[in-house]
Nanobody, 124 residues
Framework: QVQLVESGGGLVQAGGSLRLSCVASGRTVTNYVMGWFRQAPGKEREFVAAISRGGGSTSYADSVKGRFTISKDNAKNTVTLQMNSLKPEDTAVYYC?????????????????WGQGTQVTVSS
């Protein structure tokens, strides 16, 4: 079983950048497809980005494509979400998640382990 802890959230102006980190413990991130999801008030949790076990394959939601980058650092057992050109509509609690699935999946129900979330607020 893996435990996930996110950090790096905060308040930023529109157009700015933030870097979210997810540190895994218990097992290495190479054992999992890792994903980032977000949930805004009154909305359902939505997929943001995911990365394969080996890190060679990624997937992004259309709303963040070209602005966000997901990456894995196996040495640090960490998954990072670099967020650039942030918009007010990116405001949400961001969650790191892990799945034992072999392929990259974007459905939250496919993910087995979740972090506690970190708040990202983008002001206009």
């Amino acid at each position: 079983q893996v435990q996930l802890v996110e950090s790096g959230g905060g308040l930023v102006q529109a157009g700015g950048s933030l870097r979210l980190s997810c540190v895994a413990s218990g097992r290495t991130v190479t054992n999992y497809v890792m994903g980032w999801f977000r949930q805004a008030p009154g909305k359902e949790r939505e997929f943001v980005a995911a990365i394969s076990r080996g890190g060679g394959s990624t997937s992004y939601a259309d709303s963040v494509k070209g602005r966000f980058t997901i990456s894995k650092d196996n040495a640090k057992n960490t998954v990072t979400l670099q967020m650039n050109s942030l918009k007010p509509e990116d405001t949400a609690v961001y969650y790191c998640a892990a799945t034992i699935r072999i392929i990259v999946v974007i459905n939250a129900r496919e993910y087995n382990y979740w972090g506690q979330g970190t708040q990202v607020t983008v002001s206009s």
